[in-house]
């Protein structure tokens, strides 16, 4: 069969989405697809009962009038205090945002709010965030609640973000104090931090029978400056009381102050040349008793004792890569959801996966066929936490709070202590700004990526992937103007790869390495785009938008048994969740790759993975909100990709050059098959950056569109293992595309595709590459014309377009359903639509949606003009005959 006859590949599930403009809802003249349902356990409560702290932004800042305004926490811990209390630790500014009863905060992040309800998605930026739930009893503003010195200062010392009004600015300076740990005991969070160079122990209770009452118990080193306590501004009608002991005991105070400051209480400690402790209780009506007692240290008894088994499932598939299923603990004592974002290995093989939930479970027995598996829960309270690392067999969680190391301090098989191992960087309270992913770096140190679509301010780190020194104390940018990085780090040589996902001034999918502090093109939708900040750095290579939508990480395969891709570089794309090999050609002068599928048998949408040392293999994590935009059936999966033996057909090097491609393989070819030059088809197109979501495909001459390239020859190797196919017009260009469907000595077959940005053409060289002394005819094939297309566009194939091209991870098709990323299709043609920033309505008919198609970004609905993000032009993509066919079935939904 012809190149040409092949079935296109299944493109994203975007292809729709570029109808953002497009109305809602549809009737049901014509059975339309359905997406597939959402499975919703009866899972328990977000906020477990038991749970000794978790972590959360806060924003108090409309607690009240009586209050300091701008009361705005990215990061804190916030910890029950009884009796329906509860109080938000800052650990940047080392204060008491708020103590307040009620219920918590409200469940509008990402982890609580879609934790009953997958198709939630959080809106960007700082508009819906958490807040206190409750009565707010005391408040701090911003500046840290800790100071030494005459007298405290009601200011911010830190230096500020780009954006002067962000308050995510990061953690103060050390010689004023940073957080440490939160140690567990029997009888809750103790929390440790250090003032000054002084170590300090804080436990925050209520007081049995005094549902009115936060008691903050303190134990604090020697030091030999006075030091300040700022408790904050009580609520009208309540109060605080101080208990302590001893010559030169602490002093309550109020301190004066301005905008809204005035009367901040706070605590004086005199130098003090031992430890000392003494207690704070905020409270209304009668002034409760307060003792000074020792704080707790008893390691708490286990939370999570049972072990959850679950049994693999492997795959029955023939081929040399497949997914075996390793089904998750979802039925589990404490009704816990399950969404796991990442897997790590301890030396032995024990896997540690975390949750978007906060939560880390050790996995064992992932080696065996298809035995048990025995899942443990291990840690929780984590803040929106989607990767993980391990350094000298300990776990280290990035969260949005920094990176946490996790340890098991008295081997019951639980953490109990909690250590802030770096937060020297700055989080804002954005709610795009993901901890993304966090690796090892092999001296010991870690690198981290972090989100980058902020929509109310721009921070210092948004969109950042920087290393930290591996004393964590330090961290420094590696490269930034990234959308949504997703990074992998070798063990080895420290390279640092990194994706990024389409979006303004990037016009496809890019595969990047990330160093010298070089700026990789996203701006902000909030940033003038007049100019940029720097150069933009060129990636390895583009990879179409339709071939892999959402980039995720990427994973080195050393110390893997996985035969030909064993040392090389993986790549998984989540939309349409797949697998795909990285071929690098790092000695150019300008370093390119390529990428080619490797397995697409995934029914979960994939995030990260790792390679476990106990049986070689490599395991993928992931999960989905509906909104995120994935062609995947299940809400999560842990999944083993297998090597089977088999023989491997993807090939293993795929190299432009300047009289054709150069593809080798890992099994050797059938000659005549791999000879025949019809077998073969190539294509080339450019982008353009823009302020537009993504680009159309352009041809050389600047319309939209592709170039073929017309192959001429093709020559089979010594070996039999490789083909060079000669296409005489080979030139540098954004993307190239080559297609292959040949066969195997073995009768195999041995299809694929690769996609690849030559920088640079080197001369081919038959004798160097094993083809011998072979003439290469650079005669020019003249391009065949394509059969003539009679058949008229039709409703079915816009249908199947709708299907295939997976648009409904994006848009339902029934009333009543909840919106996805871009609005529900029922009732679209004829409806009348309010366009952002127009004043007279338009009618979807043919017309707009041919428009909506080509340009998405030309007449957006009301309420869709959405931050950030948005769908790309499928100029050059579809067809006229495809656009037409989706004109119909759009047509017919009335």
């Given at each position: 069969m012809p190149i040409s006859m092949y079935p296109r590949r299944a493109m994203t599930a975007t292809l729709v989405c570029a109808l953002l403009s497009l109305a809602a809802g549809l009737a049901a003249r014509v059975q339309t697809p359905q997406a597939p349902a959402v499975p919703r356990p009866d899972w328990g409560p977000w906020l477990e009962d038991d749970a000794p702290f978790f972590s959360s932004v806060l924003d108090a800042r409309g607690a009240g009038a009586s209050f300091p305004g701008n009361n705005l926490s990215p990061r804190t811990l916030v910890l029950p205090a009884g009796e329906g209390h509860w109080v938000a630790f800052d650990t940047d500014l080392l204060r008491v945002a708020a103590a307040w009863t009620g219920k918590g905060v409200t469940p509008t992040a990402l982890?609580?709010?879609?934790?009953?309800?997958?198709?939630?998605?959080?809106?960007?930026?700082?508009?819906?965030?958490?807040?206190?739930?409750?009565?707010?009893?005391?408040?701090?503003?911003?500046?840290?609640?800790?100071?030494?010195?005459?007298?405290?200062?009601?200011?911010?010392?830190?230096?500020?973000?780009?954006?002067?009004?962000?308050?995510?600015?990061?953690?103060?300076?050390?010689?004023?104090?940073?957080?440490?740990?939160?140690?567990?005991?029997?009888?809750?969070?103790?929390?440790?931090?250090?003032?000054?160079?002084?170590?300090?122990?804080?436990?925050?209770?209520?007081?049995?029978?005094?549902?009115?009452?936060?008691?903050?118990?303190?134990?604090?080193?020697?030091?030999?400056?006075?030091?300040?306590?700022?408790?904050?501004?009580?609520?009208?009608?309540?109060?605080?009381?101080?208990?302590?002991?001893?010559?030169?005991?602490?002093?309550?105070?109020?301190?004066?102050?301005?905008?809204?400051?005035?009367?901040?209480?706070?605590?004086?400690?005199?130098?003090?040349?031992?430890?000392?402790?003494?207690?704070?209780?905020?409270?209304?009506?009668?002034?409760?008793?307060?003792?000074?007692?020792t704080l707790p240290s008893t390691p708490p008894a286990p939370r999570w004792p049972q072990v959850v088994t679950t049994t693999i499932a492997p795959s029955t598939s023939t081929d040399a890569y497949v997914v075996d299923d390793v089904p998750l603990p979802v039925e589990n004592p404490w009704k816990r959801a399950v969404r796991v974002s990442d897997i790590q290995f301890l030396a032995d093989g024990t896997g540690a996966c975390v949750t978007l939930d906060g939560d880390v479970w050790l996995v064992r027995g992932l080696a065996s066929l298809g035995g048990l598996v025995q899942w443990r829960r291990f840690a929780s309270g984590l803040h929106e936490p989607l990767t993980l690392a391990i350094r000298d067999e300990q776990i280290h969680v990035f969260d949005r709070n920094g990176v946490w190391r996790l340890r098991d301090t008295d081997g019951d098989g639980e953490a109990d202590r909690h250590e802030l191992f770096s937060n020297a960087f700055a989080q804002t309270a954005d709610t795009r700004e993901f901890p993304s992913t966090i690796r090892l770096g092999p001296g010991g140190e870690f690198v981290i990526a972090k989100g980058g679509q902020e929509a109310t301010t721009i921070g210092k780190h948004n969109g950042s992937v920087l290393r930290l020194s591996a004393d964590g104390r330090s961290s420094t940018v590696l490269g930034y103007g990234l959308r949504q990085p997703q990074l992998a780090v070798h063990p080895q040589s420290g390279l640092v790869t990194a994706s990024d996902q389409q979006g303004h001034y990037i016009p496809s999918t890019p595969l990047h390495i990330v160093r010298d502090r070089q700026f990789y093109g996203f701006l902000s939708d909030i940033l003038p785009k007049e100019s940029y900040p720097a150069p933009i750095a060129a990636p390895l290579t583009w990879i179409p938008h339709d071939v892999n939508a959402s980039a995720m990480s990427q994973v080195w395969m050393l110390d893997s048994r996985?035969?030909?891709?064993?040392?090389?570089?993986?790549?998984?794309?989540?939309?349409?969740?797949?697998?795909?090999?990285?071929?690098?050609?790092?000695?150019?002068?300008?370093?390119?790759?390529?990428?080619?599928?490797?397995?697409?048998?995934?029914?979960?949408?994939?995030?990260?993975?790792?390679?476990?040392?106990?049986?070689?293999?490599?395991?993928?994590?992931?999960?989905?909100?509906?909104?995120?935009?994935?062609?995947?059936?299940?809400?999560?999966?842990?999944?083993?990709?297998?090597?089977?033996?088999?023989?491997?057909?993807?090939?293993?090097?795929?190299?432009?050059?300047?009289?054709?491609?150069?593809?080798?393989?890992?099994?050797?070819?059938?000659?005549k098959a791999a000879s025949d030059v019809a077998s073969y088809s190539a294509s080339t197109w450019g982008y353009l950056r823009t302020p537009k979501y993504g680009s159309p495909r352009y041809k050389a001459d600047g319309t939209a569109g592709v170039d073929t390239l017309v192959p001429g020859r093709a020559y089979v190797s010594a070996d039999a293992r490789a083909v060079f196919v000669t296409m005489p017009d080979m030139k540098p260009v954004m993307q190239l595309k080559v297609a292959w469907a040949i066969r195997?000595?073995?009768?195999?077959?041995?299809?694929?595709?690769?996609?690849?940005?030559?920088?640079?053409l080197t001369t081919f060289n038959p004798r160097a590459e094993g083809f011998g002394d072979a003439v290469i005819d650079l005669t020019r094939r003249e391009a065949q014309a394509p059969p003539t297309v009679t058949a008229a566009p039709t409703l079915e194939e816009g249908r199947d377009i709708f299907v295939k091209y997976g648009c409904l991870a994006c848009h339902a098709t029934e009333r009543g359903a909840a919106i996805k990323l871009g609005p529900t299709l029922a009732g679209i043609f004829g409806a009348s639509r309010p366009i952002t920033g127009r004043t007279t309505p338009v009618i979807a008919d043919e017309a707009y949606i041919r428009q909506s198609l080509r340009e998405p970004s030309a007449a957006i609905v009301v309420g869709f003009d959405r931050g950030g993000s948005g769908m790309p032009s499928f100029a050059g993509v579809l067809s006229d005959a495809q656009v037409e066919s989706v004109v119909l079935f759009l047509r017919s939904l009335k």
């Open positions: 982890a609580p709010g879609s934790y009953h309800q997958p198709n939630r998605k959080t809106p960007a930026g700082q508009k819906a965030l958490p807040e206190p739930d409750g009565r707010v009893l005391i408040a701090n503003g911003l500046y840290p609640g800790w100071q030494v010195g005459e007298r405290p200062v009601l200011e911010d010392p830190r230096a500020p973000a780009p954006s002067v009004e962000e308050v995510g600015r990061g953690p103060v300076a050390a010689d004023v104090g940073r957080f440490t740990a939160v140690r567990l005991t029997r009888e809750g969070a103790v929390l440790e931090y250090e003032v000054a160079g002084s170590p300090v122990q804080e436990w925050i209770t209520g007081a049995t029978g005094r549902p009115d009452v936060v008691i903050r118990r303190f134990e604090i080193g020697a030091t030999t400056q006075t030091t300040w306590l700022l408790l904050g501004v009580p609520a009208p009608g309540a109060e605080v009381s101080l208990a302590a002991a001893g010559a030169q005991r602490p002093v309550l105070e109020r301190l004066a102050g301005r905008d809204g400051a005035a009367g901040v209480q706070v605590v004086r400690i005199p130098a003090h040349a031992a430890a000392r402790r003494f207690a704070v209780a905020t409270f209304t009506g009668a002034a409760p008793p307060i003792a000074l007692r996985m035969g030909p891709i064993d040392n090389g570089l993986v790549h998984i794309g989540y939309n349409r969740p797949e697998l795909f090999r990285v071929l690098l050609d790092l000695d150019r002068p300008v370093p390119q790759a390529a990428v080619v599928s490797l397995t697409t048998a995934f029914d979960y949408p994939p995030l990260n993975g790792a390679v476990n040392p106990d049986d070689g293999q490599l395991y993928i994590a992931g999960f989905q909100i509906i909104g995120w935009g994935t062609t995947a059936t299940r809400l999560a999966g842990l999944g083993r990709v297998r090597y089977t033996g088999a023989p491997v057909t993807v090939p293993r090097q795929v190299t432009p050059m300047r009289e054709g491609v150069l593809l080798r393989f890992d099994v050797a070819l059938d000659p195997a000595r073995d009768g195999r077959a041995v299809t694929g595709e690769a996609y690849t940005t030559p920088y640079t």
